[in-house]
DNA sequence: GTCTATACACTGATAGAC
DNA sequence: GTCTATCAGTGTATAGAC
C-alpha cells in the first residue's frame, strides 16, 4: 500500500528538482529586478519569465521581499569571490590588474546582477545595509591598509586608497550599469570580444600609470 | 462690478505662483524617483511632500510618466551645461580638470538628479533614448575627436578617448549614486568640505597622471 | 506538491463640488 | 483655479481545490 507522508519523503531527486526551479525563478528574478526595479518588478512578470503560475512563486518565496533579499545576496557572493583576486597576488601592479579584470567580467557576464547591486545601493540598501556595514566596511579597511604599505614600500604612488578603491568600483561597474549608454554610443551594438578587451586593457592602463606604476610587463 | 474671466486673466504674480508651484514638485518628484524609483514612487509621496493634495498634480503633470520626463529632462540639462566646460579651456589638463571638478560639484549637489538619470539609463533609458542617440552621441564623438588632437599633439598620453571619457562619468557620478555607500564606509556621516576636495583632488590626480598630464601647475 | 480563483490594499487618474 | 470623493485597474498574497 502507498502510504504518502505528510511531509513528503525527500525522494531521490525531487530536492534537486525544487533547487533546480528555485534557481529558475532567482535568475528570473534578477532580470526583473534588474530591468524594473524592485518597485516596477512585479511578480507577474518574475513567474511568466521563470514559467510557472504566479502563485507558485509564493509557495518558494513567501513575498516579494524575500525574493529580492535572495537575488542581492547571491549578488553579494559574487561581488565577495572577486574581491579575492586582490590578495592573490604580491604587488600592487598584479593585484590591481587582476581585480580589474575580475570585475570587468563580472560586469559583462553579470550585467543584471551588478545594476540590482547599484540600484539597491542607490535606494539607502535597505536590504543589504548591514553587509555594507561589516563586511564590505572590513574588507575595504583591510585592502586601504594594503594599499598604504605599498606605498610605503615605494611600490606606487602615494594616493587615498579609498578614493582609488572608488574609482575601480566605479569604472568596472559602469561597464555593467550603464551597458545600455554604452551600446547606444557604440552604434547600437554591443560590445565586440574585441571592444571589451580593448575596454579592459584601457581601464588598466589608466589606472596604473595614475597610480604610478609600470604596466608593461603585465 | 467684479467680473471673474473665465479663462483666468494672467494677473501678476498669477504665473510666477504657477511656476514656483510647478517648480517645488519637480524638487519634491526628482527626489521620490530617485529614492524610490520610477516604479517605486507613488504620486501620493510626491504631493505630500511638495505640500498639496494629490490630485493637484494631475493639473500640473498630467500623467506620472510626464512629470517623471520632466525631471529627467531637466537633469539632462545640468549634464549639458557641465559638459560646456570642457571646451572652456585650451589643453587637456586644464578641460578634463575643470571638467572633473564640474562633474564632482554636480554629482555633490544634485545627488537626486544624478540618481534618477543612473536609473532611467540603467533601465534602458525609455524615456531619454532618443537624448542618448543625439545629442549625447554627437557631444560624446565631438570630445573623442579634440581628445585624439591633443594626442596626436603629443600633450597626453595615447589612450582610448571613449574609455576615458566613461571612466570619468563613472567615477564622478558614483560620488551620487553610491553616496549611501561611501557615508557607510566613512562611518555613516556625509563627506565634509575637506573631504571632498579630498575626493575631486584624488580623482584628478590619479586620471590625469593615468593619462600622462603633469598636473602639479594645475 | 501544484495550480485556480479570489481577497484585499493601493495605485494612477478623473469627475464634479466649491 | 483648487480640493473632495471616487473609479477602474493592478499588485501582492492567500485559501482551497486538485
Redesign the pocket.
Given at each position: 500500500m502507498n502510504l504518502p507522508a505528510k511531509?513528503?519523503s525527500?525522494r531521490p531527486g525531487?530536492k534537486e528538482?525544487?533547487l533546480a526551479?528555485e534557481k529558475r525563478i532567482l535568475e528570473a528574478a534578477e532580470k526583473v529586478f534588474a530591468e524594473a526595479g524592485f518597485g516596477g518588478?512585479?511578480?507577474?512578470l518574475i513567474a511568466d519569465m521563470a514559467g510557472?503560475?504566479?502563485?507558485?512563486l509564493?509557495?518558494y518565496f513567501?513575498?516579494?521581499?524575500a525574493l529580492y533579499r535572495q537575488v542581492v545576496e547571491n549578488i553579494f557572493q559574487i561581488w565577495l569571490r572577486a574581491a579575492d583576486v586582490f590578495d592573490s597576488a604580491d604587488g600592487p601592479a598584479e593585484a590591481i590588474a587582476a581585480y580589474i579584470d575580475a570585475k570587468m567580467e563580472i560586469s559583462r557576464r553579470h550585467p543584471a546582477g551588478s545594476k540590482v547591486w547599484a540600484s539597491e545601493v542607490m535606494h539607502g540598501a535597505p536590504v543589504i545595509q548591514d553587509y555594507l556595514e561589516h563586511t564590505l566596511t572590513e574588507w575595504t579597511e583591510g585592502r586601504a591598509k594594503v594599499i598604504e604599505r605599498w606605498i610605503a614600500e615605494g611600490r606606487m604612488d602615494r594616493v587615498n586608497p579609498h578614493h582609488l578603491l572608488y574609482m575601480l568600483w566605479a569604472t568596472t561597474q559602469h561597464y555593467a550599469d550603464f551597458n545600455h549608454q554604452i551600446e547606444t554610443l557604440n552604434g547600437g551594438k554591443p560590445l565586440s570580444d574585441a571592444q571589451w578587451e580593448e575596454a579592459k586593457a584601457s581601464v588598466k592602463q589608466i589606472i596604473l600609470a595614475g597610480i604610478g606604476i609600470d604596466a608593461s610587463n603585465l
Open positions: 511531509h513528503p525527500p525531487q528538482r525544487r526551479r518588478a512585479t511578480m507577474q510557472l503560475p504566479k502563485a507558485n509564493h509557495y513567501p513575498t516579494k521581499e
